[in-house]
């Protein structure tokens, strides 16, 4: 069974040009290629819509340059190479600008300048659209620890929300016994501000996991 070929799509109306082409793609070196041809960029982006191409090849003397650079947006992943002339310095110039980034000189055409463009172009796209991937793993990586963290902040701020609001006093101490968190109830209770009981030692005897009873006399003298 014969395996299918791949297509290149060549977009250009001068017929030196595509006589040039089409006598390069006739040759064995090219039998794994099919050679479409159309005249505008219309017809390129209407035949990539229904077909994939490998490489698409555009002679600059089609259309200019920005709408070119419009046409790329248009073919996704498919590269796309720019055939200049010789002496088109300035087109080469804007086209890279534009977003074009593989050339070919139509003068210096030959089947072995075709055939590593041809191949140049596919793997250089290959390992952009690895790098891509990459990039989108990276960015869904960091929103999912972007919303653990907006959860967990969420769920620390509904905790502190709870505790500061609640009518008991609550003291949280480290394992020396030192003061690091008190609520409102508790500064109300000692009659004293916040910066006055953090980082006091608490004087009393706690054991983590069993209840202790603490009688303080208030600022109001009461128990």
């Not at 653990?148 to 394992?175: C, P």
């Not at 016994?177 to 109300?188: H, K, S, T």
């Amino acid at each position: 069974m014969l395996s299918k070929q791949l297509i290149l799509l060549l977009i250009a109306n001068y017929p030196e040009v595509v006589r040039q082409f089409q006598n390069i793609i006739s040759m064995p070196e090219f039998a794994e290629y099919n050679l479409v041809q159309v005249s505008s960029l219309a017809e390129g982006v209407e035949f990539q819509r229904k077909e994939t191409s490998e490489v698409i090849f555009i002679d600059q003397g089609v259309e200019d340059i920005e709408k070119i650079s419009g046409m790329l947006e248009q073919v996704g992943a498919t590269p796309v190479v720019i055939l200049i002339g010789e002496n088109d310095i300035e087109t080469s110039q804007n086209a890279a600008q534009a977003g074009v980034t593989h050339f070919i000189i139509k003068e210096q055409l030959t089947t072995q300048s075709l055939r590593l463009m041809i191949v140049f172009s596919i793997e250089s796209q290959k390992l952009k659209n690895e790098s891509t991937e990459q990039i989108e793993e990276l960015r869904a990586g960091l929103a999912k620890v972007s919303k653990a963290s907006l959860d967990l902040w969420t769920s620390e701020d509904q905790f502190r929300k709870i505790i500061s609001e609640n009518a008991d006093g609550i003291i949280i101490l480290d394992e020396g016994g030192v003061v690091r968190f008190v609520n409102p109830a508790v500064c109300v209770l000692f009659g004293r501000e916040r910066e006055y009981i953090l980082g006091e030692i608490f004087g009393f005897p706690i054991v983590m996991g069993e209840r202790t009873e603490v009688e303080f006399v208030g600022k109001d003298k009461k128990v």
